[in-house]
């Protein structure tokens, strides 16, 4: 059973760069044929794909974020992380890592199966 | 990019309710869709992908239809658990942006 848990710090002072790393345990990055989002959730608000990374490191951003974003595997294909840069107040929110699950079966299908449980991170001097 | 809008943005329905939700794409995305319900306090789960297929252990009164650029949620018959929000995504291409939710509760 493949599991996620986000970690990073809580706070982040506006203008630095925001770093956080999601552990995948109970299975490996790149042993499975999957990619691995990051998706964000202001408090009360809708959910905000920031974009995944595949175990080749391949990427995907969303065009919103992209020039302030870096989503990447570690060489232990246990963790990826997301990299944040210039936060604002606008980047408070709870930020939850996910694994793209995806393929053909008649037709392609795409969802999010597993998610960790979300890291809050507020931006704030 | 393309846009996803969702109507309504909240209802209230009672148990037994057919409820509706329906999501709409700027442009044409196939049947690249998938719906989503996240319950208060807990992170999303997948309800239905390629627009109508019904994931694995969801209940049989969530039902899914569309395709191109219109398409809708269906709960045949609204129980106390299904308090909640839904979300469409689309994954034709990248981003594979979300709709802003609909925000389901019980009259």
């Known amino acids: 059973q493949v599991q996620l848990q986000e970690s990073g710090p809580g706070l982040v002072k506006p203008s630095q760069t925001l770093f956080l790393t999601c552990t995948v345990s109970g299975g490996s990055i790149s042993n499975d044929n999957y990619y691995w989002s990051w998706i964000r959730q202001p408090a009360g608000k809708g959910l905000e794909w920031i974009g995944r990374v595949y175990s080749s490191g391949s990427t995907n951003y969303n065009p919103s974020l992209k020039s302030r974003v870096t989503i990447s595997v570690d060489t232990s294909k246990t963790r990826f992380s997301l990299k944040l840069t210039s936060v604002t107040a606008a980047d408070t929110a709870i930020y939850y890592c996910a694994r793209d699950n995806s393929g053909y079966d008649d037709y392609y299908y795409y969802y999010m199966d597993v998610w960790g449980t979300g890291t809050t991170v507020t931006v704030s001097s | 990019d393309i846009q996803m809008t969702q109507s309504p943005s909240s209802l209230s329905a009672s148990v037994g309710d057919r409820v509706t939700i329906t999501c709409r794409a700027s442009?044409?995305?196939?049947?690249?869709l998938t719906w989503y319900q996240q319950k208060p306090g807990e992170v999303p789960k997948v309800l239905i992908y390629t627009a109508s297929t019904l994931q694995s252990g969801v209940p049989s009164r969530f039902s899914g239809s569309g395709s191109g650029t219109d398409f809708t949620l269906t709960i045949s018959s609204l129980q106390p658990e299904d308090v909640a929000t839904y979300y469409c995504?689309?994954?034709?291409?990248?981003?594979?942006?979300f709709g802003p939710g609909t925000k389901v509760d019980l009259k």
């Open positions: 442009q044409d995305i196939g049947y690249y």
């Open positions: 995504q689309k994954y034709n291409i990248a981003p594979f942006t």
